[in-house]
């Protein structure tokens, strides 16, 4: 019954036009972009203009009140600085007023006739000031654009992603459906960007933004059984990491190597995510999530969900996880680090007796991975 249900909403995603899909916000230029269902790219951002026309609003207000009688009558018991500020904005009621009133859509992107799942972005951590900040995408239709944010144009397409060759790739999926982009990401390292399909492969390729031509295909992660998912990029092993409906997730080399498969259950992984202070990899099953090591060794679960998780996020700034589900609610989970699970062991140690349980065959019972302690819950159910 669970697997019905988890299909029947993939396929209502599928076929629902009115979602978005993902989302970024790109701090340099302080602008979100969120791709849609119908294949749409939407940038919002700040618009200045319109931001400077309502200060100068609030400034012609508090001229207006001025010059009012009843301000003219107190006039004469305030003080000269106490006259001047009246008459201008303090910096906060600025930056109240520009972050409340200016944010808006300042652009559609229009490149793709399907489903946009694939966003990642190329140059945001360049140091030089006049280089462009560039978005990649990758859709149902097996096209990958590169589009200039500062200009909201695009820059180049690839329409036909996935090879046909015969080594690995192909147009088709399983019983001639459609091949569709499900997943893309881009390492700075090496310069090379990854996708992922509903055929079992990712495919890596060369990045560049002089051409297409140039995006040359330089290694494909084969072993997945069923759709690959997800598709990220971890600094911190220097490889790739994907997720399949085969219930595994894998890691990779650079070029595409396989390095290590571990299956994470009987459910799809829904999300992956990193830890960006450490590598940790998360991933998303159904109603909880684990956390592996980059060699995939189990570290932690997380449960309290009551339905599907649909987004794993990291805040090293709060030193917590976060994670949304259509449970309606959003939890917060303390962020793994070795050292404070070490301490705690060693407390659990003192209060504990020195023997180990043995099994029925005389062999020491293996310690499960830790729970992790109930998260902070932001339910966002409508009061009735």
Known sequence: EGELKDKARRELMKSDYRGFVKSLFVEPLDLLVASSLDGKIFVWGYNHE?????????????????????????????????????????EEDSAVTSRVAGFTCLQVLNGHTASVPGLALVGVSSRDKDSSTYLLSAGWDQRVCLWDLQSARLVMHLTQAVPVDG?????????????????????????????SCSNGTAYIRQFSDKSPSKWLLVGRMEGHKMEVTQVRWNPFSGGWVTASEDCTVRTW???????????????????????VCHGYIMAALQDLFKLYTS????????????????????????????????????????????RREQAREADELET????????????AVQKEPPTAPSAKTKDNTPEE
């Not at 498969?261 to 992956?272: D, K, N, P, W």
Request: hydrophobic share 40%; proline share 4%.
């Open 253 to 275: 080399s650079c070029d595409g190597e396989g390095v290590q498969m571990v299956v994470v259950g009987s459910h799809v992984v829904s999300v992956l995510a990193l830890d």
């Open 352 to 363: 504990t007796p020195a023997d180990v349980p043995e099994g029925p065959n005389n062999t």
């Open 50 to 90: 319109a931001v400077d026309v309502l200060l100068q609003l609030q400034r012609e207000a508090a001229l207006a009140e001025m010059a009012s009688d009843a301000f003219k009558q107190y006039q004469s018991l305030m003080s000269r600085e106490a006259l001047a500020n009246s008459a201008t904005l303090s």
């Open 295 to 338: 060699d995939l060794e189990l570290i932690q679960v997380y449960r309290g969900h009551c339905d599907i998780i649909r987004t794993l996020l990291h805040l090293p700034e709060f030193d917590k996880y976060m994670s949304a589900g259509w449970d309606n609610t959003l939890r917060l989970w303390e962020a793994y680090h070795p």
């Open 167 to 195: 080594a690995g790739g192909s147009g088709g999926g399983d019983g001639g459906e459609p091949v569709i982009l499900t997943d893309l990401d881009y390492s700075e390292a090496c310069n090379r960007f990854a996708y």
